[in-house]
């Protein structure tokens, strides 16, 4: 079993940055794909990046070159650093965990552990 728990969502104007972490506990964190995906209004669930074998990254298009995604292994936890924000970046922010086996996950359908989320809202 993994919890997650995800912090650092909040209101900020386009321009602007946030960090949101992701506290992971039950097992070690090394050999699961750590991924971050979003959920706007009246949307469904989208990936937005992923951290794999403890170096390996990738994001979706429309984040790339804005958002970072890192990991802490000491602390067992993962963050999404969020730059340049825009208003079509608000959404509720999810953290989601998956044994992968050296694999990258991007679908939702491919992880069993999800935070319960935090909101990312950005004004105009």
């Known amino acids: 079993q993994v919890q997650l728990v995800e912090s650092g969502g909040g209101l900020v104007q386009a321009g602007g940055s946030l960090r949101l972490s992701c506290a992971s506990s039950?097992?070690?964190?090394?050999?699961?794909?750590m991924g971050w995906f979003r959920q706007g209004p009246g949307k469904e669930r989208e990936f937005v990046a992923v951290?794999?074998?403890?170096?390996?990254?990738h994001y979706a298009d429309s984040v790339k070159g804005r958002f970072t995604i890192s990991r802490d292994t000491a602390k067992s936890t993962v963050y999404l650093q969020m730059n340049n924000l825009k208003p079509e970046d608000t959404a509720v922010y999810y953290c989601?965990?998956?044994?992968?086996?050296?694999?990258?996950?991007?679908?939702?359908?491919?992880?069993?552990?999800w935070g319960q989320g935090t909101q990312v809202t950005v004004s105009s």
């Open positions: 951290s794999w074998s403890g170096v390996n990254t």
């Open positions: 989601a965990a998956q044994a992968s086996y050296g694999v990258g996950l991007t679908r939702v359908a491919d992880y069993k552990y």
């Open positions: 039950g097992r070690s964190s090394s050999g699961l794909s």
